[in-house]
Nanobody
Framework: QVQVVESGGGLVQPGGSLRLSCTAS????????MGWFRQVTGKERELVAG????????????VKGRFTISRDNASRDVGKSVVYLQMNSLKPEDAGVYYC?????????WGPGTQVTVSS
């Protein structure tokens, strides 16, 4: 069994910051590929940022230079993997439901999502 849970969403003013956390737990490898996706009503879920291994990262063009994905390496030895998404200089168009995905042994596991609202 693998569980994926996100936290850290909320309401923030334009220009503000938020940090999202995602924890994957269960029968998982030490550094699984994980990613953050955003979905807004009426649109498809889109990749915001991903991390593979310890430090290989990728970002959507719209968030480069503002968002940072990172992995908590201290969690690797205790049956879970934690990744963060640091979001700075937030814009209204960054709003949506943020989902975390973990790819574990070829299968994708999704969290329930966390809402991010950017508004003054």
């Amino acid at each position: 069994q693998v569980q994926v849970v996100e936290s850290g969403g909320g309401l923030v003013q334009p220009g503000g910051s938020l940090r999202l956390s995602c924890t994957a737990s269960g029968r998982i490898p030490s550094s699984p590929g994980m990613g953050w996706f955003r979905q807004v009503t009426g649109k498809e879920r889109e990749l915001v940022a991903g991390i593979a291994g310890l430090r290989t990262t990728q970002y959507a063009e719209s968030v480069k230079g503002r968002f940072t994905i990172s992995r908590d390496n201290a969690s690797r030895d205790v049956g879970k993997s934690v990744v963060y998404l640091q979001m700075n200089s937030l814009k209204p168009e960054d709003a949506g439901v943020y989902y975390c995905k973990a790819r574990i042994y070829g299968s994708d596991f999704w969290g329930p999502g966390t809402q991010v609202t950017v508004s003054s």
